[in-house]
């Protein structure tokens, strides 16, 4: 089982920016991925952008351009950061471990609020 603790979130101004980190209880090098995930007020959770054990990433279109994901193996860190805020982005901001199994694990989150 990989446990994973986000960290990093808070209130923020629309423009401004933040870093979330997520990290892992064991070694994250041989995952297949590793993403961020958000659950915006009365939405469901979705996707905001995943890196490989690779290094692809991949991002939602609302984010591209804005947000950056990082990894740090040796540190077991994952790493989001996220400029140019927008109120849209508010959210509980959840890490995802994707397991070549298919297998996923979560964080339990942590708050991201953008104020206007």
């Known amino acids: 089982q990989v446990r994973l603790v986000e960290s990093g979130g808070g209130l923020v101004q629309a423009g401004g920016s933040l870093s979330l980190s997520c990290a892992a209880s064991?070694?994250?090098?041989?995952?297949?991925?590793m993403g961020w995930y958000r659950q915006r007020p009365g939405k469901q959770r979705e996707l905001v952008g995943s890196?490989?054990?690779?290094?692809?990433?991949h991002y939602e279109d609302s984010v591209k351009g804005r947000f950056t994901i990082s990894r740090d193996n040796a540190k077991k860190m994952v790493y989001l950061q996220m400029n140019s805020l927008k109120s849209e982005d508010t959210a509980v901001y959840y890490c995802?471990?994707?397991?070549?199994?298919?297998?996923?694990?979560w964080g339990q989150g942590t708050q991201v609020t953008v104020s206007s």
């Open positions: 995802n471990a994707n397991l070549n199994s298919g297998t996923n694990y």
């Open positions: 064991t070694a994250i090098f041989s995952i297949y991925a």
């Open positions: 890196i490989t054990r690779a290094g692809s990433t």
